[in-house]
């Protein structure tokens, strides 16, 4: 057993409200460089949808990611060899078509306009050419209404749908959508420092923050290839690689990073795991039906006296175990089993886990016959001539999430790797504490029914009020648990910085420190 710490994040799906504060505070903090036009390390998708960059998640054009070879797992479109063959022409990277060509507006126009009987206009320019254009794609350019031929439509989730349920999901008075709020997955088994030629890509010892290091990067963007998700950015004006930093240099103040910060609807969850490195490559390399719960279980439990001493053995500090007891993440992932990796498929091993949305499920479609109804309200009320009718009701406990206007087989191939069973496992949970809640609140379930939706789960009623406690009430200090910094452990590593200034910097120790806490 060989235990670190790693830094990881919960986003609550259904408190997310589109209002994408997060990506503005990311944007207006670290990308609004020259080059860093296009970037967005934090952004919000609308699901269904294709994304950003454009159908992201199709592996069969980015061939990101790792894929199962034999015991193993190799690269599927990065590394030495593939690496060398697309040296001249890489054709599995995203182009800034499939971003967006970033703009802005001429805002002197409106002010500098001359008075006249028409309304001035701000035009749209290129922020890469100068030139006016007309817009076509943006950083969430995603259709909430019903989908478009363009973009929900095209979402690559919706590949084991049959026809019939993909119409269904497009009208309009049956649609549902939910936001996805992306940041950089910090992996346990990141693809892009693996697929790095230069080594500039790291994962911090202390934290696990993958980060790049500028004056290494060489701007093979074999990452930008390797990174299923799209996370990391080719910087035209440097020529360098970018990526989401998850603000550390905040999370060593104390502080939550920005776009978790700024969350208006409160989703985002931060805190510290332990977890067993000895098994990552058990974990990268199971069966495609086995990855999520190989994941999960090389998560550790903190309280685990051999856990601990093996962790300390390792030089984690106390201040970061106590902070993995304290951690909301782990409670969310693994004690409570309430949220999911993004695309474990690809296996990376994320350590960004969504809990999945209910809302969209909560309703069911229930067979009526609107003839009654019409035949009450007269002939001038409007009766729709289908007959069906939403189902918002807690007559059948699990009856809403089987019959679901949202398929399980979406949520399934987004947040599930394909099984079915993980998400529904998750959905029922919520439920449970929802109708649990509804005993406690509004009176119209009896207790025993409450009770016994707890107990179909595996819950008992301390576990629902400790999950609506953190979902509904928690506090700043609840949400984020962010482990000391402990900067005196980064001063030793370092030589007396006067003998070194101004020769070779300020002088790291060479042989004393071992990286990888």
């Not at 999370?251 to 969350?263: Q, T």
Request: aromatic fraction near 10%.
């Amino acid at each position: 057993m060989d235990i670190r710490s790693q830094v990881s994040m919960v986003f609550h799906l259904d408190k997310c409200i589109g209002c994408h504060t997060c990506s503005v505070a990311c944007k207006n903090i670290w990308t609004d460089r020259k080059g860093a036009e296009y970037m967005w390390w934090n952004n919000v998708e609308t699901k269904p949808g294709t994304g950003y960059p454009t159908k992201w998640e199709d592996q069969t054009i980015y061939k990101g990611g790792w894929e199962k070879h034999g015991d193993g797992i190799a690269l599927r479109g990065a590394g030495k060899r593939k690496g060398l063959l697309n040296i001249f022409h890489n054709p599995n990277l995203p182009v800034i078509d499939d971003y967006y060509e970033p703009f802005t507006y001429k805002y002197l126009d409106l002010i500098e306009s001359p008075a006249g009987d028409d309304q001035p206009t701000a035009r749209p320019v290129s922020l890469i050419t100068g030139k006016p254009i007309d817009i076509k794609m943006g950083p969430n350019w995603d259709d909430d209404l019903s989908g478009s031929p363009d973009y929900a439509r095209n979402d690559p989730n919706l590949k084991d749908l049959s026809p019939g349920e993909r119409e269904a999901m497009f009208q309009l008075e049956r649609m549902a959508f939910f936001y996805l709020p992306r940041i950089c997955n910090h992996c346990l088994n990141p693809a892009c420092v693996a697929a790095c030629p230069s080594g500039a890509i790291y994962k911090r010892g202390e934290d696990g923050v993958v980060l790049i290091n500028q004056n290494v990067c060489r701007a093979w963007r074999m990452c930008v290839t390797a990174c299923p998700y799209k996370k990391t950015y080719y910087n035209w004006h440097t020529g360098k690689a970018e990526k989401c930093i998850l603000c550390y240099p905040r999370i060593e103040a104390g502080l939550a990073p920005a776009c978790m910060h700024s969350c208006v609807g409160r989703i985002r969850y931060l805190g510290v795991i332990l977890y067993d490195a000895d098994r990552i490559q058990q974990a990268a390399s199971a069966e495609a039906q086995h990855v999520i719960q190989s994941q999960m279980d090389i998560l550790m439990d903190p309280f685990d006296p051999a856990v601990i001493a093996s962790a300390k053995a390792n030089g984690i500090a106390d201040s970061t175990i106590h902070a993995a007891q304290q951690s909301p993440t782990y409670k969310f992932v693994k004690q409570w089993g309430l949220a999911l990796p993004l695309h474990a498929e690809f296996r990376t091993l994320p350590m960004l886990f969504y809990v999945p949305p209910l809302l969209p499920v909560m309703a069911s479609v229930k067979a009526v016959q609107q003839g009654e109804q019409a035949a009450k309200l007269g002939p001038v009320a409007k009766v729709w001539d289908d007959n069906w009718l939403y189902d918002t009701s807690t007559a059948e406990l699990w009856g809403t999430i089987e019959q679901a206007r949202f398929p399980l087989k979406y949520l399934a191939n987004l947040l599930g790797a394909g099984d079915e069973h993980a998400v529904k496992d998750r959905l029922k949970k919520l439920m449970a504490v929802r109708i649990y809640r509804r005993w406690k609140t509004v009176g119209d379930v009896t207790e025993q029914k409450a009770q016994e939706v707890l107990r179909d789960v595996g819950y008992t009623p301390a576990i629902a009020d400790a999950v609506y406690y953190l979902t509904s009430l928690a506090k700043f200090d609840d949400r984020f648990v962010i482990p000391a910094a402990h900067r005196e452990q980064a001063i030793e590593m370092l030589e007396f910085t006067g003998d070194k200034k101004g020769s070779t910097g300020f002088g790291f120790k060479e042989g004393t420190m071992a990286r990888g806490l």
